[in-house]
């Protein structure tokens, strides 16, 4: 299985900040990688996929970088919506895996 | 638009059964595989299994194969998971979700139904 390791775990930032997390897959995956946002009782949004491509809808803000097993997700002005858990997820192959998720809390 | 409507979670006791259901309205069901995700309290997400649009593919993760089965009837345009020998670590909140055109990962996302295993 391919093994997706996200850091930081959480991170803290203001309003306006630009933030990044990566994700690391065990083994190359290529371009399919998704990354996904989640806010508390709710369920998990797509944001970006196959690495580096903008979901309809999904602010410019976000974007979505690298291929391979190193990939990194950035949000360029962090805004009060964007407070969130983010998760990786591997597209390449079965079974389907998700890293452990990003907190992004308020500073 | 896109909706996928979960139901049939519940309480169920350790080695009991039970079938969740799907209804997805706003697309063309029988063009998209589907997936089923779950997501232990307070914890990450898991995938749990796959299904392609004519279910002719079928996938699962381990901790479940040979346990839970993956169905979807197109005509009703329902998604279906029958989970039996269930287990307390098979607790979690399970979203039905579709799996956009093309790629493996999740574009459109049910709310989801919590499933609670305990004596």
């Known amino acids: 299985d391919i093994q997706m390791t996200q850091s930081p775990s959480s991170v803290s930032a203001s309003v306006g900040d630009r933030v990044t997390i990566t994700c690391r897959a065990s083994q190359g995956i290529n371009s399919w990688l998704a990354w996904y946002q989640q806010k508390p009782g709710k369920a998990p949004k797509l944001l970006i996929y196959a690495a580096s491509s903008l979901q309809s809808g999904v602010p410019s803000r976000f974007s979505g970088s690298g291929s391979g097993t190193d990939f990194t997700l950035a949000i360029s002005s962090l805004q009060p919506e964007d407070f969130a858990t983010y998760y990786c997820?591997?597209?390449?192959?079965?079974?389907?895996?998700f890293g452990g998720g990003t907190k992004v809390e308020i500073k | 638009q896109v909706q996928l409507v979960e139901s049939g979670g519940g309480l169920v006791k350790p080695g009991g059964s039970l079938r969740l259901s799907c209804a997805a309205s706003g697309f063309t069901f029988s063009d998209y595989y589907m997936s089923w995700v779950r997501q232990a309290p307070g914890k990450g997400l898991e995938w749990v299994s796959y299904i392609s649009s004519s279910s002719d593919y079928t996938n699962y993760a381990d901790s479940v194969k040979g346990r839970f089965t993956i169905s979807r009837d197109n005509a009703k345009t329902s998604l279906y998971l029958q989970m039996n020998s269930l287990r307390a670590e098979d607790t979690a909140v399970y979203y039905c979700?579709?799996?956009?055109?093309?790629?493996?990962?999740?574009?459109?996302w049910g709310q989801g139904t919590l499933v609670t295993v305990s004596s």
């Open positions: 997820q591997q597209a390449n192959s079965f079974p389907l895996t």
């Open positions: 979700a579709r799996a956009k055109s093309g790629t493996r990962c999740i574009d459109y």
